[in-house]
């Protein structure tokens, strides 16, 4: 370990109040030294004493091991969590009285540990309750070993941190429909498969080819005529499945407040939802935050860790298209005050074929369906207008 590391962690161990009581003696000591007043020596010996008596609290080792679990990690804003702290003393001997810290989010949670025989436990139970989409972090678990005045401490991290991802409200969502799909049979790329629906070309067998796909009549022609024996098999091209992209609006001028935003969240959640359920794979893009795949846990985990920024619609939009390049469907969700021809560059970004929809928070106005320039816009004034709005504009 560096010096300076191990430098750090020794006055680590100094608590705020620890180097007042320190400033005092030596400042006490240096006055009764130059004056020669007594009640400068009397307060500097007391905080020297003070020091002494404080430093043996310190001595020790703390032989713990700590778990620390969350149940569930993923909730939907309004419910708890659960949270537990266990911790056993895997020392040969009996631990002494220590304290345990667990921060969640801006709060700490304090508990007495008593002392525990060897191989015993302690449990702590607390719950987590959230109000609002985000995340909150959970840990690290630290114990505290110290005097009663708070002098001195010696701080263990156990743990590292952990999350509580806070989902938005969820909105009821008929199935978005295979009107949405580019192509029945998926979209062909440049992937060659030797199983798929796409169909590509022929080739010579080599051992280890399904059988199934051998293309019989041709290898029948080829071996009339040439005379030589010869099996074509069938070449396929990958396709891929139906790709759902969602694009929010991130600068701060887009959204006067903050309530609209939340709104806008719970809209892209909702969405993702029912997409994973209709087996699309899903895209969320909203400023720095970016998630694609299948696993539904991937979008809504991003809607959750999402904030207000600097990237814009534009910009995410375009890096929307390299993170999701086969998608199918597209929404991009602006604010009220956001500026449809962002919309509109954003839209531009993505290629020819991929049905765009566009998405306008606006609780002052009213829940309707426009279009403009060919694009489909979704005014949304409440966000339980937004299956009728879907329904209305996708089949």
């Known amino acids: 370990m560096p010096d300076t590391e191990r430098l750090d962690r020794i006055l680590g161990i100094i608590r705020p109040v620890g180097w007042v009581i320190l400033g005092i003696g030596v400042s006490a000591t240096l006055v009764a030294q130059t004056t020669h007043w007594r009640e400068m020596g009397v307060i500097a010996a007391a905080c020297v004493l003070a020091l002494l ?18 149940e569930p990690e993923r909730v939907m804003a309004g419910e708890s969590a659960a949270a537990g702290v266990l911790v056993t003393n895997i020392a040969g001997r009996r631990l002494l009285p220590t304290t345990l810290e667990v ?30 989409r985000g995340v909150i972090p959970v840990g690290p678990a630290t114990t505290r070993r110290g005097d009663p005045l708070g002098l001195f401490s010696r701080d263990v991290t156990w743990t590292p941190v952990r999350e509580v991802l806070v989902r938005p409200p969820l909105l009821p969502l008929e199935s978005l429909g295979a009107g949405l799909l580019r192509d029945l049979e998926g979209v062909s790329t440049d992937a060659v498969s030797q199983s798929d629906l796409a169909f590509h070309a022929l080739r010579e067998y080599v051992p ?5 796909h051998i293309h019989w009549r041709s290898s029948a022609k080829v071996m009339a005529s040439t005379g030589e024996s010869s099996l074509l098999v069938r070449q396929y091209l990958d396709t891929r499945r139906s790709h759902a992209t969602l694009v929010v609006e991130d600068r701060v001028a887009a959204w006067p407040d903050p309530d609209d935003f939340e709104m806008a969240m719970a809209v892209a959640a909702s969405i993702a939802v029912r997409a994973i359920m209709d087996e699309f794979e899903v895209s969320f893009i909203c400023g720095k935050h970016a998630s694609s795949g299948a696993d539904g846990h991937l979008a809504l985990d991003a809607v959750c860790r999402a904030d207000l920024g600097l990237e814009g619609l534009v910009n995410s939009g375009r890096r929307a298209v390299s993170v999701a390049p086969d998608t199918s469907l597209c929404f991009l969700i602006t604010g009220p005050k956001g500026e449809f021809s962002d919309v509109q560059r954003a839209s531009a970004a ?27 816009v979704l005014h949304l004034a409440d966000k339980d207008d937004l299956a009728g709005l879907l329904r209305w504009s996708v089949r």
């Open 350 to 376: 993505f290629p020819p074929e991929v049905r765009r929809f566009a998405i306008l928070i606006d609780p002052a106005g009213r829940s309707r369906v426009s279009e403009a320039g060919g694009l489909p």
């Open 103 to 132: 921060p969640v989010g801006s709060a700490v949670h304090r508990y007495g540990i008593g002392a525990l025989a060897p191989g015993a436990g302690n449990e702590e139970t607390f719950t987590i309750r959230t109000e609002r």
């Open 53 to 70: 008596l404080a430093a043996p609290f310190l001595l020790g080792r703390t032989a713990v091991r700590v778990d620390l679990r969350l």
């Open 208 to 212: 280890g080819d399904d059988l199934r």
